[in-house]
Nanobody, 124 residues
Framework: QVQLVESGGGLVQAGGSLRLSCAAS????????MGWFRQAPGKEREFVAA????????RYADSVKGRFTISRDNAKNTVYLQMNSLKPEDTAVYYC?????????????????WGQGTQVTVSS
């Protein structure tokens, strides 16, 4: 069983920054991929960013390219999402997830485990 715990959400003004963390436990993560998704009120959950746990390959949604950076710390079994130049439309609950296949996919259905989410609110 895999447990994922997100943290780092909060309220920030437009143009500000936040760093989300996702601490993973329960299995060995060397061959997996980790992703960040978000869900705004009344909208479907959408892909934000993903990275192969072993490093090297990352992908981003067009809406966050150049503003968000996904990274991981293997020693801490933690994945981060650095969010800069935040906009009100970034407001959502952010979830991390594990893809056991190891491919940093942008598709929700490919992810096997999910965290409980952390709220990010960007005020204008």
């Amino acid at each position: 069983q895999v447990q994922l715990v997100e943290s780092g959400g909060g309220l920030v003004q437009a143009g500000g920054s936040l760093r989300l963390s996702c601490a993973a436990s329960g299995r060995t993560f060397s061959s997996y991929a980790m992703g960040w998704f978000r869900q705004a009120p009344g909208k479907e959950r959408e892909f934000v960013a993903a990275i192969r746990w072993s490093g090297g390959i990352a992908r981003y949604a067009d809406s966050v390219k150049g503003r968000f950076t996904i990274s991981r710390d293997n020693a801490k079994n933690t994945v981060y999402l650095q969010m800069n130049s935040l906009k009100p439309e970034d407001t959502a609950v952010y979830y991390c997830a594990v893809d056991l296949s190891g491919t940093p996919s942008g598709h929700i259905y490919e992810y096997d485990y999910w965290g409980q989410g952390t709220q990010v609110t960007v005020s204008s």
